[in-house]
């Protein structure tokens, strides 16, 4: 099982990606398994230029296409299909962009922090 | 009763019609009324020309359901007068349109249709000459300015594999293109506008002062170049009418900035972390971007 993470943040470059497997995948279920609907709340909407939050696509191995559409995170809101789910505090975007390791920047991964309110 | 759809396309000869199964019909007035983006632009087709000019939806005024009338052209469903404008977003409801005609078209004005829902009408040609600028853009200068049809941008196909370079250069060429990438002078990691500028006139653009002076037909159309200082780089493109629009990155292309505010000036408006302002350039169809 394998997770393709895109850091949606620039215009011109292309956004930073990375993959999460084995334990960090696992996790990464577990995170997503335990949120809630998010009921009438409305998702934030990101902004066009800057950060706008990661998008998650899970992969079958070996496969390039996604099979399902993808966990949009941003806000403290997860966009998944037609549902909306809460990320109470924005824990599960923050842990999902401390995954990143070195293929973001610590100056923008600082500053991503500062913006979700870490 | 029958919802009849008309294809807009010929000049002497009767125009291919067909009529929705109430399903169709159905299914088509559920994706108008779901439409939730006003406008108050009217789409070209409505002003006549030759070649493909959109489809006109109608149904009688004696139906159960009541009169119908619309007319979809360039991502625009017009209501007529009584009503305002929608945005038909990625021309959904016009390639729908497009499809439910099939049958009733042959393959070759299927495939000129479907080529032509993604280029642009000279707006300016049809009404001859007098070229209308929406309050508060800037009367545009040049002749080869881009006319803004986010349509052939938003779509699957595009979208992801173009970016603010690829828009702003008008040139969709699926590799994310790169300033520079083209003839051996990538951006070097600092990302300030001295070094970045260089990299876009390596692919031909030109650094000019303002978009103020009168570009002839071929001579070009304004571009700006915008910096998140060390992070990353920005493109606006003036469209036809005189306003700016731009498209950040992966996402859909659009002509509002990052409050949502029209772009008459790409210099003031609201740029988000992109805080240094390069300058003005001007880019052509020649240009090579890859």
Redesign the interface.
Known sequence: MIFEVVL????????PTWNLDGKLAEELVRRLRNLHLAGHQKPLTP????Y?GLRVTQRAAGQKEPWQAPYEIYGGFVKHGDAVYLDESRSLERWVLATGGPGV?P??RKQILRETGH | MPVTVSLNIYSGRPNPSWGLSDEESEALLDQVTGLSELTTAKPSGVLGGLGYRGFLVERSATAPEGALSLYVHEGIVDRGQSQVNAVDDNQTVERTLLESGRRSIDDELYRYVAQEMGTRKDVGALLQGVVITPAGCPRVQAADAPLYNPGRWNIPAVQSHN???NYANDQITNT?A??GRAHGKPIPPALTCPVTQPSAIADGLVAVGGFSTPLAAGMGWYVALVI?P??????YRQDTVGCWS??????PA?N???AGAAIADPRTCN????TDFCGYMVTTRGVVIR
């Open positions: 949606d943040v620039f215009s011109g470059r292309p956004n902004p066009d230029l800057g706008r920047e100056g923008l | 970016n603010c370079y994310f790169q300033p998140w060390g992070r990353d780089y920005h493109w731009h498209k950040p990155g992966q996402t659009r509002v900035d990052n740029r988000g972390p992109y």
